[in-house]
């Protein structure tokens, strides 16, 4: 039953501390995109890819006590921030996980804003349109960011380099 | 005259129970209702196992889809002639609403999750692919397929049309409330629709309610939240759905295991490979799945016979209350407690959890991005629902989540009175508390 829940609990320690609840699921989804195992099931939010699934399980790893959930006050919202906890790691060793490394696309991940995460997850989601038809795509669902095209260019080789699968 | 102006000579119209009829006048709807993919449905429960727990609820995704292009078709109805509506779009809602389940198959949730499918994912290619559904759609307009498969996949451009069939008070949700009330027998997921309806406006890129309607969606949205809690997660439905993963589960582990069935599960092949083709998918529907679980009472393998067993005469599992929070080590104890007797954990122990978020509304920093329901003011300004509502403020962004542990009770009570390992599991999962539960449950 703990597997989706261990496999996530692997990639907090290896992110060592995720801020921002949005961010924490665009690298999901990218990960998952990048062939990394996780299963959470994603729809496509009025923002982005979303998953219910993911935002219910780091809450149960929280009232678990294997992953400490942080809020702070920035402006006018609240920050979450996430860290595996000593439970956490005991529990994880305990458990037999047969997970490839991921620590570089974390690392590379992390660096980036939100904004540029949702960019990433949003191409990602449309990852079978040509380069002309995705432009229009991401224009349409996201008239409000207006991404830029050096934007969407930026975004295009930070997927060949994270995943070179892509 | 275009195939896309084309009306049917009179007006048919679908008897419904919960809408009292169901009315087409375009050729393209009547013909999408006629196209094998959407007669499928009517082999694919709404409800999937629920009907282990309310008898009545045998009602189809056929009949769900009717209902929300029902819904869709009143609303634009009203819409007629009012500034933020195109007109032009409607043909677009209608095909959109119809279709919008196209991709469920049998008992999806416990497929998806098992073999790892997505029914969306299959509507979009039911849609796209080679298909009659494609096919009529084409005939409309070229590129007509794609506008449908984005509607329905939350990426159309005009976020108005998306709404319709996908927001926190959408026509999907309301047929589905209302139908498995209706179906199900319970006095919850009523609520005044044709009152919602007549206080719905089009503004800009949103669907918002008068606020002399407020109460209506007070309504609704408890509705909702009384349905999630007593109806779709009723405890012995998910009963049901924990033993029909594990059949899958099992099913699929022996024909990795070169396991010789009696008869090749020809159908399932695809499912346990991992790799499922539209014409694998659209092939398997209820009456397929019953027929092999059917077979499987018969097999060699005594937990996949077992399990079949159970499932199709209701020896379903019992339950506990459980809190992974302060259970965890008891469930640990459990499983090597069930190693110990005989009884394989990884089939007959498992935690099942069911949460539901009833209302809520976007938030700068939060990760959910649910658009609120906005009430339009006697002055024209926008308010968000639960700034002017006490009720549905006092669920608004509140999670509610429950956890119980599901067992064979009665191959526990089989185990021998005299062994330490069986007083020792009995005492973890508190008889009295499982006795309990096996009282309540409907049916």
Known sequence: MLTNHARLMQFFSEASDITGRKKLQKIIYILQKCHLPFEEKYQFHFYGPYSEELSLRVEELCNLGLIAEKKESVHNYIQYHYQITDDGKAFLEQFHLDMPDMTEQIAMLKAKSSRFLELVSTMLYFEGLTIDKLTKKIHTVKPKQNYTEVEIDEALQFIRTVNPVQ | MLYKDEQLHEEKVFKDPVHRYVHVQDRVIWDLIAAPEFQRLRRIKQLGTSYLTFHGAEHS??????????????????????????????????????????????????????????????????????????????????????????????????????????????????????????????????????????????????????????HAVEDYIMSRYQMYWQVYFHPV???????????????????????????????????????????????????????????????????????????????????????????????????????????????????????????????????????????????????????NSDIVESISGKKRTDHKLYFPADTLTELSDDSPVKQRIMELLDVNQYLKGDEESVD
């Open chain 2, 61 to 214: 995704r056929f009949n769900h889809s009717l209902g929300v292009y029902e819904i869709v078709r009143r609303i634009i109805g009203n819409f007629e002639d009012r500034d933020d509506w195109n007109d032009g779009e409607r043909l677009l809602c209608l095909c959109a609403a119809l279709l919008h389940d196209l991709g469920h198959g049998p008992f999806s949730h416990s497929f998806e999750k098992v073999f790892k499918l997505d029914h969306e994912h299959f509507t979009q290619q039911i849609i796209l692919g080679d298909t009659h559904v494609h096919t009529i759609l084409e005939r409309v307009e070229s590129g007509f397929s794609q506008k449908v498969a984005d509607v329905i996949d939350k990426t159309y451009e005009d976020k108005l049309v998306v709404s319709l069939i996908s927001s926190q008070i959408d026509a999907d949700r309301m047929d589905y409330l209302q139908r498995d009330a209706y179906f199900t027998g319970v006095s919850y997921g009523h609520f005044d629709m044709e009152r919602i309806l007549r206080v719905m406006r089009p503004i800009e890129d949103q669907v918002v309610i008068k606020s002399s309607g407020m």
């Open chain 2, 237 to 387: 439905t998910r009963s049901a759905e924990v033993i029909l993963s594990k059949i899958l589960h099992r099913a699929k582990y022996l024909f990795e295991s070169n396991y010789m069935f009696k008869l090749k599960p020809f159908h399932f092949v695809a499912f346990f490979n991992e790799d499922v083709g539209l014409a694998d998918y659209l092939k398997l529907d209820e009456s397929i799945v019953f027929y092999y679980f059917q077979l499987w009472q018969e097999e060699d393998d005594a937990i996949l016979q077992d399990l079949c067993e159970r499932f199709m005469n209701r020896r379903l599992f019992k339950y506990i209350e459980f809190n992974p929070n302060l259970q965890m080590n008891e469930w640990m104890d459990l499983y090597k407690l069930f190693q110990e007797a005989g009884i394989n954990p990884d089939y007959y122990l498992e935690v099942d959890s069911s949460s539901d978020l009833p209302y809520d509304f976007y938030r700068p920093g939060e990760e959910d991005e649910r658009l609120p329901i906005n009430l339009l003011m006697p002055d024209g300004n926008l308010k968000e629902l639960s700034r």
